[in-house]
């Protein structure tokens, strides 16, 4: 097992030789191309207007120390035009840097033990966990430190970057599936039998282009098999990705070029080689890891009292941005950030808020949110007043104006629409609703600037994925629908894409039509949009409702 010394230590080599790297190709030593997959490899993306550079950080599972995101806003401050972003992949992105920047924000970074490397490229990428791990009431157990174990297995891993594209990980031990396990190359689902803790393990799935829900390969492994049936799927991608065409290069497409009968074989192939070849090393590296490494996270002093504030909308706050944890007497607050993005004055007064209120961690979701854990009920009106200072004391986490948005083309090459945008226009009209959002309980919209699907659009209640449209030989920013996607393990599917082509500035009325319809036609208070959807037919909807709107 390799030490936290050991490992920033090899991080140092790599930011040093980035370093050299650019050096050479300032001097004409080193093409762009010839530098592309090695700053890739360590997070580094051209960035329009191509001149300019993104670095993404990796945050396993979403966790940061108070002190660590004090590092993130120096970074942000210093480098970042003076807004952080968090990803819908929990990571942190900094943009329009110089070449040399990077190397300084690196080595920034690396003094909170955080770092990029595989942060993009064909590589394991940031392990993603449910923002409820560990204080989830309803968990089977704690999936905590299972991401963070298996980052520092794979970090130096031999085939970590040298893939034949990116391979995302997620952990969930609820029962909701906040972790959104069915789009990933491996989901893993903590799960009970016999008496016994394990894993139900899905892989291949996906988003783009060819959206694919991931296929159960395992219904039960043993917990302490975890790096086992991960070592043996990696392999096996490994050796069978499509390295020719990088468009059909993601694990889903291993199951159409293998057959899915051969697909399965495969897999239990593999995981019998790896078990009989490593099974004693891994449950050991497992092992030696939890016990040097992991200690269940617990929370300050409780204290006597409810919480109280004579802030306006306080109590829509509690009701929407709150919830007790499993930790009795302890609650958790979900702080909105408006498409994840965040300054670095905002950043610092949180850093100080979880350590006076809360155990001094705090995390990002993939609905682009920070998550504090550990706030005894009756610090909550403390934590809204100072939220609410510094313009981050929205109510209404997780409803409908919570609307998720990848960066699009104002940041992102392969973009084609401004998918901030567009989703800023449905946020401002949803927020003039107030009440009427919160009957609608936990729902997702969310938005793409193109068929990659960052903005995780194949799986929200409502999706948009943006795409330009050409009238009167002029081209205007335009979005296509999806409908019903999502929803927990065994109800996932995802969403219907509907046929139209709406102009962005149509967004509102568009998702007002949906909403009016769903409310006037549901079968009852407790169907929900996306169990709406599914019964009376996303293309039947199009034609009720959206065919006859003037757009």
């Known amino acids: ?72 806003a120096d970074v942000t401050e210093k480098y970042g035009r003076d807004i952080g972003h968090v990803t819908t992949r929990q990571n942190f992105q900094f943009h329009y840097l110089e070449l040399e920047d990077s190397v300084e924000v690196m080595k920034m970074l690396l003094e909170g033990d955080m770092n990029t490397r595989a942060a993009c490229s064909h590589a394991v990428r940031n392990m993603t966990a449910s923002h409820l791990a560990g204080i989830d009431p309803e968990e089977v ?59 139900r393990v899905v892989v291949a799935g996906g988003t783009g282009s060819f959206p694919v829900p991931a296929r159960t390969a395992y219904e039960f492994v043993p917990r302490d ?56 090393e891994l449950r050991g590296y497992l092992a030696e890891w939890l016990a040097a490494n992991w200690t269940p996270e617990s929370g300050p002093e409780l204290v006597d009292g409810e919480p109280q504030s004579a802030y306006p909308g306080f109590s829509r706050w509690l009701r929407t941005n709150t919830a007790e944890q499993k930790q009795k007497g302890y609650y958790y607050a979900v702080v909105n950030l408006p498409f994840g993005d965040v300054t670095s004055a905002q950043m610092r007064v949180l850093a100080e808020l ?25 610090r909550l009106g403390a934590i809204y007043e100072a939220l609410y200072r510094i313009g981050l004391g929205e109510a209404g986490a997780f409803t409908i104006s919570d609307v998720t948005s990848c960066p699009g083309a104002d940041y992102c090459s392969l973009a084609v629409t401004k998918s901030m945008s567009v989703a800023g226009r449905i946020r401002r009209h949803l927020l003039a609703q107030g009440d009427r959002n919160d009957e609608l309980g936990n729902f997702e919209i969310k938005v793409s600037g193109c068929p990659n699907g960052c903005g995780q659009h194949h799986i929200g209640d409502i999706g948009l994925t943006g795409m330009m449209v050409k009238k009167g030989g002029v081209e205007a920013p335009h979005f296509a629908l999806y409908l019903g996607g999502g929803g927990p393990d065994e109800a996932f599917a995802m969403g219907e894409r509907l046929t139209g082509r709406y102009p962005e500035e149509s967004a509102p009325a568009v998702v007002e039509a949906l909403l009016g319809h769903y409310f006037a036609n549901r079968s009852g208070e407790n169907e929900s949009f996306r169990s709406f ?18 757009v």
């Open 1 to 72: 097992m390799i030490s936290q010394n050991e490992k920033n230590a090899r991080i140092a080599e790599l930011i040093d030789r980035h370093a050299e790297n650019i050096a050479r190709y300032r001097r004409g030593e080193m093409t762009a191309d010839e530098l592309r997959y090695p700053r890739l490899t360590l997070g580094l993306y051209a960035q329009l207007p191509h001149v300019k550079h993104m670095l993404r950080t990796k945050t396993t599972g979403g966790f940061l120390s108070a002190r660590q995101l004090e590092i993130i």
């Open 141 to 199: 157990f704690d999936v905590s430190p299972y991401p963070l174990a298996a980052t520092d297995y794979f970090l130096f891993h031999p085939a970590n970057t040298r893939l034949a594209r990116k391979f995302k990980v997620a952990f969930e031990g609820g029962k909701d599936d906040l972790a959104k396990n069915r789009i990933h190359d491996i989901g893993l689902y903590a799960v009970e039998a016999d008496g016994r803790q394990g894993w």
């Open 225 to 280: 098999d975890l790096l086992i049936v991960m070592e043996a799927l990696l392999q096996l991608f490994y050796d069978t990705g499509n390295r020719n065409n990088i468009k059909k290069a993601r694990f889903k497409f291993v199951v159409g070029k293998l057959g899915a009968e051969e697909f399965d074989r495969r897999v239990q192939e593999y995981y019998t080689r790896t078990e009989a070849e490593k099974g004693a």
């Open 533 to 550: 959807v599914r019964r009376v037919g996303a293309r039947n909807i199009q034609k009720e409702v959206l065919d006859a709107l003037p």
């Open 354 to 378: 979880v350590r006076t209120f809360g155990n001094g961690t705090i995390r990002t979701a993939i609905s682009q949110n920070f998550v504090i854990p550990f706030v005894p009920k009756a």
